[in-house]
């Protein structure tokens, strides 16, 4: 082992029968009260009230204080942090470069394929607290997701990967209408463009009327209830594994009465 971590044999052993630092014991101690005290409050606890509820003790025990600073080093390093719902940061309104018309007006069916798309993003929660954002895609003539991406952040880039490829799966003949809310990346300049060069429509909900999206609101309700809420995912990968498997599941086997017992996909090549 030495020889692979190119370290001499006189070096391991001085490490081995070194006597660790005041500081490093003191932070072992306080790594124990930290995560006794976490699991005594049920992780309600974020580093500032930890510091406190120390400091009080080792006022009893004569001791000095301890910086939040450093009991914040260390629970990050154990990983731990409050499962509280945290206060929500305060956003300034950015005024959208344009907005579309509801064009869709609840006219939630569709003739045929591509020519109605619903589009939306939503959160999921993972680990201690840790969020992952979906993007999807659905075709108001069978139900069935055309594109989707899972990512660590809602921005601009997950909107627009996830469109991209739906564009591109598209017919020369194909022009469908897309609607969306007014989220920021559906206002912006680019996905405008994107839109321009597909010569697709774009249609927005009107403001506070999620109704107007209703298609892909169910969709999310639906993948929720029947996967989400039935596991807790621990990982990142545990949740995107089980995304993937459901609206593999969704599109190519979940039958509907409303497409005549068949799947989405199955209703799609009946149709063609």
Same mark, same amino acid.
């Given at each position: 082992?030495?020889?692979?971590?190119?370290?001499?044999?006189?070096?391991?052993?001085?490490?081995?029968?070194?006597?660790?630092?005041?500081? $490093?014991? $003191?932070?072992?101690q306080?790594?124990?009260? &930290?995560?006794?005290?976490?699991?005594?409050?049920?992780g309600?606890?974020?580093?500032?009230?930890?510091?406190?509820? &120390?400091?009080?003790?080792?006022?009893?025990?004569?001791?000095?204080?301890?910086?939040?600073?450093?009991?914040?080093?260390?629970?990050?390093?154990?990983?731990?942090?409050?499962?509280?719902?945290?206060?929500?940061?305060?956003?300034?309104?950015?005024?959208?470069?344009?907005?579309? =018309?509801n064009i869709?007006?609840?006219?939630?069916?569709a003739?045929?394929?591509?020519?109605?798309?619903?589009?939306?993003?939503?959160?999921?929660?993972?680990?201690?607290?840790?969020k992952?954002?979906?993007?999807?895609? &659905?075709?108001?003539?069978?139900?069935?997701?055309?594109?989707?991406?899972l990512?660590?952040?809602?921005?601009?880039?997950?909107?627009?990967?996830?469109?991209?490829?739906?564009?591109?799966?598209?017919?020369?003949?194909?022009?469908?209408?897309?609607?969306?809310?007014?989220g920021?990346?559906?206002?912006?300049?680019?996905?405008?463009?994107?839109?321009?060069?597909? =010569?697709?429509?774009?249609?927005?909900?009107?403001?506070?009327?999620?109704?107007?999206?209703?298609?892909?609101?169910?969709?999310?309700?639906?993948?929720?209830?029947?996967?989400?809420?039935?596991?807790?995912?621990?990982?990142?990968?545990?949740?995107?594994?089980?995304?993937n498997?459901?609206?593999?599941?969704?599109?190519?086997?979940?039958?509907? $009465?409303?497409?005549?017992?068949?799947?989405?996909?199955?209703?799609?090549?009946?149709?063609?």
């Amino acid at each position: 082992m030495c020889q692979i971590a190119k370290v001499s044999r006189a070096a391991y052993y001085k490490w081995m029968n070194r006597q660790p630092a005041e500081r $490093e014991v $003191e932070n072992q101690q306080l790594v124990a009260s &930290i995560q006794h005290l976490y699991t005594q409050v049920d992780g309600i606890y974020g580093y500032r009230r930890i510091t406190m509820t &120390i400091n009080r003790q080792r006022e009893k025990e004569g001791l000095t204080k301890v910086n939040k600073k450093r009991i914040y080093r260390l629970m990050q390093i154990c990983g731990l942090e409050a499962v509280i719902r945290r206060k929500p940061k305060r956003y300034r309104k950015v005024k959208p470069d344009y907005v579309a =018309e509801n064009i869709l007006a609840r006219e939630f069916t569709a003739e045929k394929p591509n020519q109605k798309w619903c589009t939306d993003v939503t959160e999921f929660k993972y680990g201690n607290g840790k969020k992952a954002y979906l993007s999807a895609i &659905i075709d108001l003539y069978d139900k069935s997701i055309v594109s989707y991406v899972l990512r660590h952040s809602n921005n601009n880039e997950l909107v627009f990967q996830t469109i991209e490829p739906a564009i591109q799966s598209l017919k020369e003949e194909e022009h469908p209408l897309i609607h969306s809310d007014r989220g920021y990346q559906y206002t912006s300049k680019f996905f405008k463009r994107m839109i321009d060069d597909a =010569e697709m429509v774009h249609s927005m909900s009107r403001v506070g009327r999620c109704i107007d999206n209703g298609p892909i609101e169910a969709f999310w309700g639906t993948l929720k209830v029947e996967k989400y809420y039935l596991h807790k995912y621990e990982s990142y990968e545990a949740l995107e594994a089980a995304i993937n498997t459901y609206i593999t599941f969704y599109n190519n086997e979940r039958y509907q $009465e409303k497409l005549n017992g068949l799947s989405p996909l199955e209703y799609r090549v009946q149709a063609a």
